[in-house]
């Protein structure tokens, strides 16, 4: 798939990400994307000490069978960003400290500029952007967020774009890093750390020629959370916590 030929020029060295494992416990964690990839390797890990909200789109048999007592499972059509009377309530009683967003899509595998559909923007923006943004909203009206932590790509990155091409995908996350940096700025006062990580050439659906499991991926991201360090809010940074450029 073209989209490995794109992403695995930023691979991530394997010999600089082995590191002592950090842990959360007690948060509530809201998870969207999460029947598989990286956010389902976090519901996984994260289920033991803590408590889940996880948004899956259509399928959730991934994640059912580690359904239980902490986590709780909201079926939502991404592409449908109107479609969330029905989780508002539940996302204010859940009254959430972390959100994880890694919901995302690719979109078609022809992105060429000359066969580009204004249609086909707006589906992939609002699986990869409006709907993380709608739970954000929806998350701030309580004072018990910490956390925000949007799932980026390095292929989002302005400066480090050398071949173009991929544009439904590329702009969704340019998109996403641009809301991240804005949100950063203006939860500053409220003290909610706002960041992106870009996990590297992670094996998943999206990416079938990955080279890191979302297992380990997610421990990763588990550790820099579990951090909290709030000198990364506002910032691009990758699984070993370097911080890329916008």
């Keep these: 798939m073209g989209l490995f030929k794109t992403l695995k020029r930023r691979i991530i060295p394997l010999q600089n990400l082995f590191s002592k494992n950090l842990q959360l416990n007690n948060k509530n964690i809201i998870i969207t994307g999460a029947n598989s990839g990286i956010a389902l390797a976090l519901v996984k890990n994260l289920n033991i000490h803590n408590n889940i909200l996880a948004f899956v789109n259509k399928d959730k048999s991934n994640i059912s069978d580690i359904e239980g007592r902490d986590i709780k499972i909201i079926n939502w059509d991404f592409r449908n960003i109107n479609d969330h009377k029905d989780y508002v309530n539940e996302i204010i009683k859940f009254k959430p400290n972390i959100i994880i967003n890694s919901a995302a899509t690719f979109g078609p595998e022809n ?24 739970i954000i909203q929806n998350s701030i009206k309580g004072k018990e967020l910490e956390q925000i932590i949007n799932i980026s790509s390095d292929m989002g990155s302005i400066s480090l774009n050398k071949e173009g091409d991929y544009y439904y995908y590329r702009t969704s996350k340019t998109l996403l890093n641009s809301i991240t940096k804005n949100l950063s700025i203006d939860l500053k006062q409220k003290n909610i750390n706002v960041y992106c990580i870009y996990p590297g050439s992670v094996k998943t659906k999206l990416n079938t020629g990955g080279i890191i499991s979302p297992t380990f991926a997610s421990q990763k991201i588990i550790n820099i959370c579990a951090e909290n360090n709030l000198n990364f809010s506002g910032k691009f940074i990758d699984i070993n916590k370097n911080i890329l450029e916008w």
Excluded: A, M, P
Aim: charged share 25%; aromatic share 24%; net charge neutral.
């Design 111 to 134: 992105q060429k500029y000359y066969e580009l559909d204004t249609k086909e923007f707006f589906n992939i923006f609002n699986v990869n952007v409006f709907s993380h943004l709608r």
